[in-house]
Structure formats: C-alpha cells, structure tokens
C-alpha cells in the first residue's frame, strides 16, 4: 500500500491548511526586536573588528534587524579570534558575519538594481523615456579618510523613486518564472532555510538625505518568496507590505525619522508576540504558518573588505558580482546579455581607476547621461548613433586598445581577445542607447558577429570629430575620408556601420541567405558585417553609402533614404560607370537603398553576379536533372495558387517594412488598395465556399438520433 505526503495530518497531530502546501516544518517562535538602546554593545563590537569596514550607520543597519544581538555580537567578537567569514573574490577577500536570523521587516530590501535585466534597461540615451528606474550601486567612501569601505552608495531622487525601483523589482522578480516564484510554496511548507547574503547600502537622496539598509544580494528570490507567502502570494500586496514596513510612507521626503522605524519596530514586536501566541494554540491557522514562516530567515552579512595587497577593496561592486557568481551553479546574472552588459561595467570601472578612460567618457559609457549632456561632455553631435561610437572608441582606438582588450580578457576569462568575442561582450553596450527600438535583437546579433570592428578600426588611432550639427560632422568626415585620410575612414566605418547594422542593411552572415533574386533577407552572396564593412571602406562609392546611411538614420525622416553608389569602374548596359559615381535607374533617378540586397550588391558587383550566375545554374542544373511525371492540372493550379498567396504575402510585408522609413505611400493609392483588399476577400469566399470541409467537424442529423 502507497501513500502520499498529503495523506498525513500536520505535524503534531494538526489538520493541514486547506489550499496550503504540506507542511514539513513547523514555525519557531521567534523573540522580540530589543530596543536600540540594547544594541548598542554588538554595533560597538562590530565596528571595533578590524576586519570590518562600516561607518555607523551602516552597523546600525547591521545589528538593529539581527533576531538575537547577542549572538551577532559574539560573532564579531575579537578576542580570542575573529569569527568572520572569509569570502575570496578576484582582486581581494570579503568578510561577513556568519549565518544569523534576522527580521524580514526591519532595514533588509531586495536587490533593485535589477541586475537580472541589465541588457534590456534603457538608458538616458534612449528617444523614449525609461519605464523603469535605472539606478547603480557605487563604492562608498569614507569622508575622513578617502578609502572605500564595504558599502554600497546608491542615488535617488526621493523615497517615492526607491519604492518603484523595489517593486518593479519584485514585479520582474514574481514574473521571471510565468507568474509564480518556485521559493514560495517552500517557504509555506518550511520557512526559508538557506542563508541569504546581504550586501549595506546607502542610499542618498537628491535633498542630500540619507538612508542606510541591507539588500538582497544572493537570494533575491526567496526574499520576494518571503513577502508573497506572507500576503498570500499576491505580489502586489508583497510590494506593498514591504514597502510599507522597511521604507515607509513612499509620500515623505528625506530618510526614514527615528520615530518610523520605531513605529515599524512596535510593528515587528506585536507580530512577533501574535505568532508566538497563535503557536502555542492547539490548532496552527493558515496566518500563524505564513507568519511564522517570513518573521525571520537566516541571512549572512557582508561587513568588511579587502584587496591582495592588504590595503581596502576599491571595487566593492565588482566583488559582489564575482560573490555572487561563484555562489550559482548557472552562472548569474540570468541571460547572456546581462552578464555581458554586467562585466562590460566592470571593466568600464577598472579603466577609468586606471585612467584609460576620463570621467565625462565615463557618464556617457554608463548611460547616466542623456545625448544633450553626452555634447556639453564630450563635444560630439547630441545623437545616440555618437553614443554607439564612444562606446566603440573607448575599447577599439588608439593607444589604450591593447590595456581594454587585457581588461576584457581578464574580465571574461579569454585567453585571446579576438574580434568576434570583444564584438559580442560589447554589443549590448554599445546599443545600449537604443533598447526601446522595436527588433533590436537583430542588430545586437549583427553587432556580435564582429560588427564594426575591422583592421583599420581596431587598435589604430582615431578620434571621434566634434561639432554641433550632426549632418555637418557626418559631411566633413566623408570629406576626408574620400580625399585619404585614414583617421576618417576608420570613423566612418564605425558611425555608418554601425547605423546600417541598427537599420537592417547589415546583417549577420547567417542572417540572410544567399539569392538569386532582389528580396528582403537575401543577399547575392554571404559576408560578415567586418568583411562587407571592410570592401565598403577601401571605395569611394562605398564610403558614400556609409555616409547616406548615416545620414538617413540621423534624420529619421521618410524623406531622407539611404542612395546607392557605384564602387567599380565597369560598364552597365553600355555605359562606363565609376566608382564613387551614384547608381541610376532608366529614368535617370538615383536609385535608393532598400534591401541588404542591394548594399551587398553594389559593394562588390562583380562577386554578386557571380555568384548569382553560379546559384542560377545550379538550381537549373538540379531541375533539369529530375525526370517527374507530368503535373496535372490541379495539381499545378494549386502550385500557382500556393505560390500567388505567398508572393502575396512576402510582397505585403516588404512593403510594411518600406512604410516605416517612407509612409503609407508605398502600398500605392487608396483605391487600389481598397481593390486589393476586394480581391483578397472574394479570394477567402471561394475557398470557404467550393474547398473542403473540415474532416474533424462532425454534424450530427437532429431527426436520426431522435428515432434511436
């Protein structure tokens, strides 16, 4: 005979909750919070430990949520030895307490930075406003003595941008796993039993207030879980209770009064004492388990730093990440381009401590800054592709190429720092300035696969030019790029490169196939962005269109396209055309850029038809190689129908696409839309009317199953 655990009574003899997961371990009572006064001994031990590096207020966060001060106390101690754990991390150790219960409610949030979801944050850069709040954690400094100690600094407005910024946390955290958290069920059944590792943070407002707490480093999850068992696993309600209880009124302005967290205190104790009281009952109710269960949980807390070389850990930020990584299985932060936005921050961090970068580049790699600022910064157009370009300054020219490629190498564990490999890491910060464009999945593939990074643009001297108009920058660079100067050209490549992989008419080899025809996703033959970007650059006609693409993105406007040029001198059907010359159609008009296809094609015409001439006989050759049997008529008419419907329809969205750069206009008039549409539906009646019916629909005769 077979049973489940649900077959059971609760522990202790209890009925199990209705609609509530077995329970596997019941609540403990837990005691209630000392007031301040009696802390004052453990923050006092704390701060004397010489392996810990706190301010005050940050061991006041530290001892006052602590569920018993006395044992955090003695776990601090110095004398005989300290007992604080030490956690190795590149470039240093870090020390935290050893695990200890502390109050879910009193100074403890999750992690906000939303690390999980770095790649798809948009920043200052971006055309259209940010929905979320996009903070980032800093090293704190101590004043007195410039060192860095192990706090985090984080900057907010007020306490009504730090209440969104957790929940939308919570909200991404809740919807990361389809609407239900995998810890929330487990800490109804057991409470939370793994210890999480808490992180101090200051927070610092724009009134020049502060606030300290802990936050949630590894274990943001079970946190979340914590607030959601205890609302009865409606997020909304976890975000407003935690909120609520650890920053308080989201309308206030400046840190939290000495009179709220002595209110939220009061709070703690009576639930502290309720739960206490509804455990000894005979019977556990459903709020006395989900109460008991989030009052506490086991955390670890990390109070001290230090680098290989004895001295303070300057980076506190990085060693959290590197914590946290070697803490997971998989490693965090979640998706390839969080981890890649994640160590292209870091590195950006060690260039600019080791001064190859300044602090206005800085600002504008982190994204903190808008395009206005970026110009008053930096001197170059106020325009995002700029954005893209000092990204790829930064890491790619000049004489500090090598240093970033050894800090990338470093940062990534590679062994070479190759083309493709940089290209993918610095992808998602490169774009970064354009998160919100709709398929921008395609371009950071593009991008990845090598993107802009020729011979000429990496590790070679170039700068970006400054100016205030944007189309008198773009025009004097094609100036000099077409009169020589290689300085130029390498900035050409990378500004109208990297606009032509943003607009689609460079893709990643395997993103188009190779034709035989002019379409959208074909090529006439395949090249990576660098090699196509590399034929483009060595001719005038190629520079040109480097720079019409530019332009054209620049603009954003459906009456600025990107024009075709000539890049061989050759002879089209009996005139001698020139490279650099513009192509034109039969009525003498510059032809447009419209499909990859066609930047593909004018860069290297002769390999083009080549190509084209061998896939056309290859394609013959196999069809005349078959023998079939002779179509029949249906047969074939159904052939032409399939393929009229698909021609169709690759034609509708071809046409979708162009509107978006020139308008409506491109379908043609309205009445020969409205006729098409017409024909389309007459189209559907036929089918519906003379096709066959569908096999799975059974209609049952009403006057038969009456007789039976």
């Not at 069920?185 to 724009?206: A, I």
């Not at 993918?424 to 464009?437: I, N």
């Amino acid at each position: 005979m077979t049973s489940s655990f649900d077959d059971f009574d609760g522990l202790d003899g209890q009925e199990p909750d209705d609609g509530l997961p077995p329970l596997l371990r019941r609540p403990e009572p837990v005691a209630d919070p000392l007031p301040v006064t009696r802390l004052r001994s453990a923050r006092k031990e704390l701060l004397a430990n010489p392996e810990a590096a706190l301010d005050e207020a940050a061991a006041n966060a530290v001892t006052s949520g602590a569920v018993d001060p006395e044992r955090l106390q003695a776990l601090v101690a110095r004398e005989p030895i300290s007992l604080l754990t030490a956690k190795p991390v590149v470039g240093g150790m870090l020390y935290a307490t050893p695990p200890h219960y502390r109050y879910l409610d009193l100074d403890v949030l999750p992690d906000f930075i939303n690390q999980r979801w770095a790649d798809q944050l948009r920043t200052a850069m971006d055309v259209e406003p940010s929905t979320s709040v996009v903070p980032a954690y800093e090293t704190v400094t101590d004043p007195k003595t410039g060192k860095p100690i192990a706090v985090f600094t984080v900057h907010m407005p007020d306490r009504k941008a730090l209440a969104k910024a957790v929940a939308e946390s919570m909200r991404k955290t809740y919807e990361a796993q389809k609407g239900e958290n995998v810890y929330t069920q487990s800490v109804l059944q057991q409470g939370v039993k793994e210890p999480l590792t808490l992180f101090v943070m200051r927070v610092v407002y724009d009134d020049g207030t502060e606030d300290t707490f802990l936050v949630a480093g590894d274990g943001n999850s079970r946190m979340v879980s914590m607030w959601l068992a205890r609302t009865g696993g409606d997020i909304e309600k976890a975000i407003s209770a935690c909120i609520a209880s650890v920053i308080g009124s989201a309308e206030r302005s400046g840190g939290r009064s000495r009179a709220e967290q002595a209110a939220t205190r009061r709070r703690v104790g009576e639930l502290t004492a309720r739960t206490r009281k509804n455990l000894a009952a005979p019977t556990l109710t459903e709020a006395t388990r989900r109460e008991g269960h989030t009052l506490a949980f086991p955390a670890t807390v990390v109070v001290g730093t230090q680098a290989d070389g004895g001295g303070p850990l300057a980076d506190l930020v990085a060693a959290r990440d590197d914590l946290l990584a070697t803490l997971h299985v998989r490693v965090t932060a979640w998706t390839l381009g969080a981890q890649n936005t994640q160590g292209m921050q870091r590195v950006y961090r060690h260039a600019l401590r080791e001064g190859l970068i300044t602090p206005n580049v800085h600002q504008v790699l982190s994204g903190t800054v808008g395009t206005q600022a970026m110009h008053e910064l930096l001197g170059v157009p106020a325009h995002r592709l700029w954005s893209a370009a000092v990204h790829q300054h930064a890491v790619l020219a000049g004489p500090h190429a090598n240093a970033m490629n050894l800090l990338i190498k470093q940062e990534f564990g590679m062994v070479q720092a190759r083309r493709q490999p940089i290209s993918e890491r610095l992808a998602p910060m490169a774009l970064s300035a354009y998160r919100s464009k709709e398929g921008i999945e395609q371009p950071l593939r593009a991008f990845g696969n090598g993107g802009t990074i020729t011979d000429r643009v990496w590790k070679q001297p170039w700068e970006l030019t400054e100016g205030d108009d944007a189309f008198g920058v773009l025009d004097d660079i094609l100036k000099r790029a077409l009169a020589g100067n290689e300085d130029a050209v390498a900035e050409l490549t990378v500004l109208g490169g990297t606009a032509a992989i943003l607009d689609g008419y460079i893709t990643r080899d395997r993103g188009s196939k190779e034709g035989t025809d002019r379409d959208s996703y074909k090529a006439p033959f395949r090249a990576t962005p660098v090699k196509l970007l590399v034929l483009l650059s060595k001719t005038s006609g190629g520079l040109r269109m480097l720079h019409s693409i530019a332009i054209a993105h620049v603009a954003a406007d459906p009456a600025v396209l990107p024009k075709l040029f000539h890049t061989q001198e050759r002879e089209v059907e009996g005139v001698v055309v020139h490279d650099g010359e513009p192509m034109l159609d039969k009525s003498g008009v510059q032809e447009i850029l419209d499909y990859e296809w066609d930047l593909v094609h004018a860069a290297d015409p002769a390999h083009a038809l080549a190509t084209i001439a061998k896939n056309r006989a290859e394609a013959k050759a196999k069809a005349d190689g078959t023998s079939a049997e002779p179509e029949a008529e249906d047969a074939r008419q159904r052939r032409l129908l399939d393929q009229g419907i698909k021609g169709a329809a690759k034609a509708g969205r071809a046409l979708a696409r162009m509107s978006q750069k020139r308008g409506n206009q491109v379908f043609g008039a309205f009445e020969a839309v409205e006729a098409l549409r017409v024909q389309l539906g007459q189209l559907e009646g036929i089918l519906t009317k003379f096709g066959p019916a569908d096999p799975s629909i059974f209609v049952v005769d009403g006057d038969e199953e009456d007789s039976e």
